[in-house]
Nanobody, 117 residues
């Protein structure tokens, strides 16, 4: 079945760029499902949609994070990435990659990213 796994540094310093990679297996980011998404959950808060890239390559970003968010994909490696620039401690969260259309049917287990000096 489709599986997703997040990877990247767990600690980022304020003002730097948070970079994460989602590796997909059991399916293709170009042919399976419409959206390949990044979602995060800060401590004590609910889920927040960050953005997504569709199977076609079209990009969608949260309006509140758009100016700091860059999502891309590497079709050869079947991966998609997240870069969030100018981070602050408010960006500390568990970051998930997920896949689906109207609903996110498949999720990675998530990875905690802490923004701290």
């Amino acid at each position: 079945q489709v599986q997703l796994q997040e990877s990247g540094p767990g600690l980022v310093k304020p003002s730097q760029t948070l970079s994460l990679t989602c590796t997909v297996s059991g399916g293709s980011i170009t042919t399976n499902y419409y959206y390949w998404s990044w979602i995060r959950q800060a401590p004590g808060k609910g889920l927040e949609w960050v953005g997504a890239i569709a199977y076609s390559g079209s990009l969608y970003d949260s309006p509140s994070l758009k100016s700091r968010t860059s999502i891309a994909r590497d079709t050869a490696k079947n991966q998609f990435t997240l870069q969030l620039s100018s981070v602050t401690p408010e960006d500390t969260a568990v970051y998930y990659c997920a896949s689906g259309n109207d609903a996110m049917d498949y999720w990675g287990k998530g990875t905690l990213v802490t923004v701290s000096s």
